[in-house]
């Protein structure tokens, strides 16, 4: 009841056109002195990014961001971390409001929520990469594979946009079978009605493994079509907790990048191989000055939640149900586009 009384006052301040902002290093402060991270959690069950189990515990990718940032401040996310169901039209009242100190829902980063909504986004942490699925005994192995046949999509859509688009800048063609729905768009994809589907490449893991009876019978493209920033959304003004987001990201993909796993940092923390990591892990002292943290934050977030890889493998990777590939997600060096920040 306090979170919804919180989320309707924001709300009338919201339509009286004054979005509230944040000063530097008040959020820190704040969830400093009230012991525990505020973060948003989905409403419902969102594979692979947020899910609750039989025992009502939650894991997901975004869930394993909170964890992280929760565990650069406190030392560890045990009892220090809250995770707030909240819809999607709630997140931004809720935000503004203080009820929620930060906003990790696969949240896409775009114009008008930037300048709009009195909002700030950290780096992008995934990008949603906008694919095709087809039939495995299809035999595609590409986009251009696929020329002359059939696509289900729901009409109207920017999916329907990005395929289209796609299709002009690399020269082939697909018949578009438009549907009222996505439900009813996939349901036609899976009777065999059209040869490919489109939507975010881990949507399409998430149906291939609980909606269909064999999941080798999916292939999902490496063809990106497009790819949205998933971002964590902030209070405007806040610098210092917009560095703490941007760094905590930072280090996870400076850590899959060095070497550095949950399992060797350890060792790494006692003999660092170059001073870069001496730095990052705590050695070197002054790092957790700069944020307002100690020393060992990032230390204590490899230790407890693994690297980038781990995380990702843990929850959409090949160690979940879903076996996406990195694709897009993977780091430059090994062909993606996600890279850390120089820390020195």
Known sequence: MKLMRMIALAGSMAMA?????AQFGSTLKAVKARGFLSCTGHNGSYPGMAEVDNKGNWKGFDIDMCRAVAT????????HLKIQPTSWEQRW???QSGALDMVIKATGWTMSRDTELGVQFS??????AISYATHADNGAKTVKDLNGGTLCVQSGTTLERYAADDQKA????LEVVPFDSTEAAKAAFLS???????DWDLQLAVMRTTE??????????PDVLAAEPIAIAMRQGDDQWVDIANWVESILLEAEQAGITSANVDEMRAH???PAIATMLGVTPGVGKRLGLKDDWAYQVIKQLGNYSEIWNRNVGQDSPYELKRGVNALVKNGGILYPLIMD
């Open 170 to 173: 690399r020269g082939y063609k």
């Open 272 to 274: 660092p191989p170059t």
């Open 212 to 221: 269909v009876k064999d999941p080798k019978s999916i292939v999902i493209l």
């Open 17 to 21: 056109g004054t979005a509230a902002h």
């Open 123 to 128: 780096r992008p942490y995934m990008l949603a």
């Open 93 to 95: 009242p809720a935000l």
């Open 72 to 79: 650069a401040i406190f030392g560890t996310a045990k009892g």
């Open 192 to 198: 065999g009605r059209c040869d490919a589907y489109v």
